[in-house]
């Protein structure tokens, strides 16, 4: 009897450590589905990039030329940033404090361009959509300008930019509803150490199309009860070899960017798998194993992967709006992965190794 409830026990406890080591997946996974879609898949290049912002005084925009004429030459009909949209930051502002803030760090004034304008930020949307929808072939400077400022005023300089950088530097005038302000607003903006406008932006002035999408999405910051403990907890994590090595080949790169093809060469590093799997271990990976008993690290993860989800369904939304469209994402290099993982998942989706494009 002692041996047959020993027997019992043994299956079970055989049953239950299989079903941990054999956890759960579901029939159907979309990537894998033998469904074919109709037409032509979307294809995305996912481009990791330094935040120019932060490279130091030898950054010089010309230097990026190598880069722009091997994505120019794949042909995107539509790019992504890393910026939040107007329509979110728009519904940041009217909710609570902590969103509010969000806003305010993130989020371009849109406020002197609505007022220019006369129109708010979600009417300045729908009137950038119902402009493009009749947009003609061969618009007239007017129309650039009147476009520039629609854009303006709904909370998406970027796209502003596309149609500042289409117009001759005579018809980048006050004129057509755009005051001196926002003229000199636009002047500043084409030379800001920006990836969305020295790398975005100017492609799609190069290309012909005539915007950027904003993709990015803040909402799942948030606040901890203790933001000291928390940044210190997940500090530690970072302080691991794996950072220490990722920290040494950056400062090589970056010291290299002023040299001919510096620049290339740090963007061909960034976006290799080597790459990436050097920053998921020294960032979400450690993150991952911190033990605090507030669990920081997995907070901080799960904001983070909140963070790329929610982007990455932006981009899912901007292809939908014409199947088969050919995107370019651009985003901070710690994104690519994130990225690249969750949008593989999509049946009608192929990426494209931006290595390839890169060489």
Not at 65 to 92: F, K, Y
Not at 201 to 230: F, H, I
Request: charged share 25%; hydrophobic share 45%.
């Amino acid at each position: 009897m002692i041996r047959a409830v020993t027997i019992v026990l043994f299956l079970l406890m055989a049953v239950s450590h299989e079903g941990q080591a054999q956890p759960y997946h579901p029939s159907i996974r979309p990537y894998i589905a033998g469904s074919s879609p109709h037409g032509r898949h979307n294809e995305v290049l996912v481009l990791g990039t330094p935040h120019l912002s932060g490279l130091h005084d030898r950054f010089r925009p010309k230097s990026l030329e190598p880069v722009l004429l091997r994505l120019a030459a794949w042909h995107p009909d539509a790019i992504a940033t890393e910026d939040s949209s107007g329509l979110l930051c728009d519904a940041l502002r009217h909710q609570g404090a902590e969103q509010a803030s969000a806003a305010a760090r993130y989020c371009p004034d849109s406020a002197p361009a609505g007022k220019a304008l006369g129109l708010s930020v979600v009417a300045a949307n729908e009137e950038a959509e119902r402009l493009l929808a009749a947009w003609s072939s061969r618009p007239s400077p007017a129309q650039r300008r009147r476009l520039a400022l629609v854009f303006l005023a709904a909370g998406e300089p970027n796209s502003a930019l596309v149609q500042w950088l289409r117009l001759s530097g005579v018809e980048r005038r006050a004129d057509d509803g755009l005051t001196p302000d926002l003229v000199a607003q636009l002047t500043a903006r084409l030379k800001r150490r920006n990836e969305s406008g020295l790398i975005g932006a100017a492609l799609a002035a190069r290309l012909g199309l005539e915007r950027v999408w904003s993709v990015d999405d803040q909402t799942s910051m948030g606040s901890m009860p203790d933001e000291k403990a928390y940044a210190a907890a997940v500090q530690k994590a970072w302080d691991n070899p794996a950072t220490v090595a990722r920290m040494a080949e950056e400062k090589v790169l970056y010291a290299q960017i002023d040299q001919p093809d510096g620049l290339l060469r740090l963007y061909r590093v960034f976006n290799a798998p080597a790459y990436a799997e050097r920053a998921y271990r020294s960032d979400w990976g450690a993150a991952l194993a911190e033990s605090s008993s507030q669990n920081y690290g997995r907070r901080y993860v799960g904001y983070w992967e909140t963070r790329n989800l929610r982007m990455v369904a932006n981009i899912r939304q901007v292809l939908a709006r014409a199947p088969g469209t050919r995107l370019l994402a651009i985003v901070g290099a710690s994104h690519k992965a994130y990225y690249e993982a969750y949008l593989d998942q999509m049946r009608d989706l192929d990426l494209i190794d931006v290595e390839t494009v890169l060489e």
